[in-house]
């Protein structure tokens, strides 16, 4: 069966278009609102986008191919993404993402066999003064220790 | 000094509305609505001299002049939070611990070029600050300050907090509004400028958080009380984000011409562990780093810094000890750019690939002789033959840390080795 928005989200859908001037305008919104129902944004989820928002689907694949939030393929439960800008660098990111990829027994842009975690490098995060640091789906671990880290891969469920 | 961006931060509950008003907030916007025509506002603020905190430093009341007054078109104010350039992390302090003075700013803006819709254009990654944005915009709503007939003026605006995807060139205002049509982030050619041809070809004025949160400031204290703090040129306060080996990282608010050593070295606390300077980036990832004897004399304006031979950006001070590999932290800001770069003009797209490439094999022990000549060549082709800043963003650094220490680069190059780090 082809995907489509469950009933709930499809309510969703049409409130964030009514408040944009033009359809495509909600273009992120809605992609966000697939990623969240899909889990990923493939050919068939972005073919959907295509068809609701009237777009044509190779515009709507360009845009999915562009922003790094946007994945095009599935990922584990949680995304470990750890900034390797220069201010993080400075403060020994590279560090925290060798910690990473021991405990974890994964390469960078790989996921555990279980599922459980993604690790990828970002670039900067907006959080250069509490270097180094890393984002975990939405949220932001700062000032991080090798202790730390450890504490909160324990912490994620 | 009196602060004026960070006046709220530290109250708890700060980004509520009911401390946001208790401590004068929307003050500014109800005395806009019900006694100042627009081009009372716009003139106010070019009286003030405040000018764009975005990086560019172009006066805000001017760029608000250019919206043509009888256009039939829609007219559209976007408040540019999508805070992306390494070593800034002063807006997402802003949207995190006082949501509300954004929004009035941005209400306040909007008014100036009578737009009835407005956008908060957040960087995806920041979900907590886009939160905390929604929850302002809400309580406003609420309160009255947004929607149909406000205050009984006539006058409707809607706002609508717009969540990035990831995507450091969405900074740029003509990148950003392609990504607001729904659209990759890619930047268009000026002329036409955004103010006459901006989003889905409707006038527009696109703004910086920073920029927009001195607003209810402004109108609440005068545009004197504003222009008589700072330099000539340069008015008012601004935001520094420190970063890199300081010993008390963080934002800073400073009026402007405030000496850089001396805010280094007393109000940052120094160079963290005792250690020495070695280079100081003054205005973030894409601007000339500078050697400690060039800081010497240099104030923290836009002039200052433009007359050391770097600019003043968006504020991101990035520190560096002597500990610290300048091919390391060249190719780390090259890697950078070549990862962002929209992809659309071949000078950038190319350029930056290689320029990181070389680097890297610098690095590495694999730099060749006629290596920094080539990336100098390389930058020096990008410079000015893009569409968007971007390219001289990725341009000038890249030229700056080789031309600043070419010694530590021949060293690894003859070496075939990091002569720093090992």
Redesign the interface.
């Known amino acids: 069966m082809a995907l489509e928005f469950s009933p709930e989200t499809l309510k969703k859908f049409e409130e964030t278009v009514n ?4 359809k ?6 809605v ?2 609102l697939a990623q969240r129902e899909f889990g990923h944004l493939g050919e068939e989820a972005i073919a959907y986008v295509a068809k609701i ?1 009237e ?1 044509p689907p190779a ?1 709507v694949h ?2 999915v191919s ?5 994945n095009m393929k599935p990922i584990g439960r949680h995304h470990i993404q750890v900034c ?4 993080c ?3 020994g990111a590279e560090k925290i993402t060798g910690f990473l990829t021991q405990k974890l027994g994964i390469e960078l842009g790989q996921t555990t066999a279980d599922r459980k975690f993604t690790l990828s490098e ?10 180094p640091m890393m ?1 975990i789906n ?3 671990y700062e000032n991080l220790t090798e202790a730390k880290v450890t504490e909160i891969l324990e912490s994620l469920k | 000094m009196e602060k004026i961006l960070l006046r709220n931060i530290d109250v708890s509950d700060s980004h509520t509305l009911t401390v946001y008003k208790s401590r004068g907030g929307y003050g500014s916007w109800r005395k806009i609505v019900e006694s100042m025509t627009p081009e009372q506002l716009i003139n106010e603020v070019k009286a003030s001299g405040l000018r764009g905190r975005g990086g560019a430093g172009f006066p805000t009341g001017m760029k608000w002049s250019f919206v043509p007054k009888d256009s039939p078109k829609p007219k559209y104010l976007v408040c540019n939070a999508d805070e992306s350039e390494p070593g800034t992390f002063k807006d997402r302090l802003l949207i995190e611990k006082d949501p509300h003075a954004t929004v009035e700013g941005t209400l306040i803006a909007a008014y100036a070029i009578q737009s009835q819709t407005a956008f908060i254009y957040i960087r995806g990654e920041l979900a907590f600050g886009a939160g905390r944005l929604e929850q302002a915009v809400d309580e406003a709503i609420q309160a009255g300050y947004i929607g149909k007939n406000i205050f009984g003026s006539g006058y409707d605006l809607d706002v609508i907090v717009h969540r990035g995807a990831g995507a450091y060139i969405c900074g740029e205002e003509t990148a950003l509004l392609s990504s607001l049509e729904g659209g990759r982030g890619w930047p268009k050619v000026k002329p036409p400028f955004p103010a006459t041809h901006g989003l889905f070809g409707c006038p527009t004025v696109v703004n910086n958080v920073e920029t927009l949160a001195a607003l209810p400031w402004i109108i609440e204290h005068g545009a004197a009380a504003y222009a008589a703090m700072g330099t000539e040129k340069s008015k008012g306060t601004k935001l520094f984000s420190v970063s890199g080996h300081i010993a008390k990282p963080g934002v800073y608010e400073v009026e402007m011409g405030y000496p850089f050593k001396r805010f280094l070295d007393e109000d940052c606390g120094g160079v963290a562990n005792g250690r020495k300077l070695k280079g100081v980036i003054p205005g973030g990832g894409s601007m000339p780093v500078l050697r400690p004897e060039e800081i010497e004399k240099v104030n923290l304006d836009y002039e200052s810094v433009q007359a050391a031979g770097s600019l003043l950006g968006s504020g991101g001070v990035i520190v560096m000890d002597d500990s610290t590999c300048m091919v390391g932290a060249a190719w780390n800001l090259a890697r950078f750019f070549a990862h962002e770069s929209c992809g659309q003009c071949s000078p950038c797209r190319e350029g930056c690939h290689w320029m990181e490439k070389i680097f890297r094999r610098i690095e590495h022990g694999a730099g060749e002789k006629g290596d920094l000549d080539l990336i100098l060549n390389v930058s020096g082709n990008i410079m000015g033959n893009t569409i968007c800043p971007f390219g001289d963003a990725a341009a000038m650094p890249a030229a700056a840390f080789i031309k600043k220490y070419r010694d530590e680069f021949e060293a690894h190059i003859a070496e075939k080795r990091c002569t720093i780090t090992g």
Do not use: H, I, N, W
Request: glycine residues 4%.
């Open positions: 408040r944009y001037p033009k495509e305008a909600a273009m992120l919104p992609l966000y928002l777009q515009r360009g845009v562009f922003y790094t939030m946007l390797r800008t220069l201010p660098a400075l403060r970002v670039e900067c995060l907006a959080s250069c003064g509490t270097a984002q939405d949220d932001y």
